[in-house]
Nanobody, 125 residues
């Protein structure tokens, strides 16, 4: 059984930082690909950052967060992180952690199989 649990969300002033964590459990092959997505009411879920956890551990970022957000993983702790710096009010959303065994489109929600319940991030102007 695969479980993903997000933590670290909350409220912050514009320009501030937050670090989200996603603790996961289950068979290792279900976490070959991991990612963070976000969603606001009335909008489609948006790919924020993704990571191929094997080999070269290549990372992918959405255009709106490049240079500000960093995805990383600690295998020993079974935890995925999203470091968010220089936060803007438009970063306000529910953030979701996701994983999959085989993923061909790294920032596409449809490509990921397993999802956490999400966590709120609010950036005040």
């Amino acid at each position: 059984q695969v479980q993903l649990v997000e933590s670290g969300g909350g409220s912050v002033q514009a320009g501030g930082s937050l670090r989200l964590s996603c603790t996961y459990s289950g068979a290792a092959y279900n976490f070959n690909y991991m990612a963070w997505f976000r969603q606001t009411p009335g909008k489609e879920r948006e790919g924020v950052a993704a990571l191929y956890t094997r080999g070269f551990r290549r990372t992918y970022y959405g255009d709106s967060v490049k240079g500000r957000f960093t995805i990383s993983q600690d295998n020993a702790k079974n935890t995925l992180y999203l470091q968010m710096n220089s936060l803007k009010p438009e970063d306000t959303a529910i953030y979701y952690c996701a994983s999959g065994q085989v993923v061909t489109q790294m920032l596409s929600p449809a490509a990921f199989t397993y999802w956490g319940k999400g966590i709120q991030v609010t950036v005040a102007s």
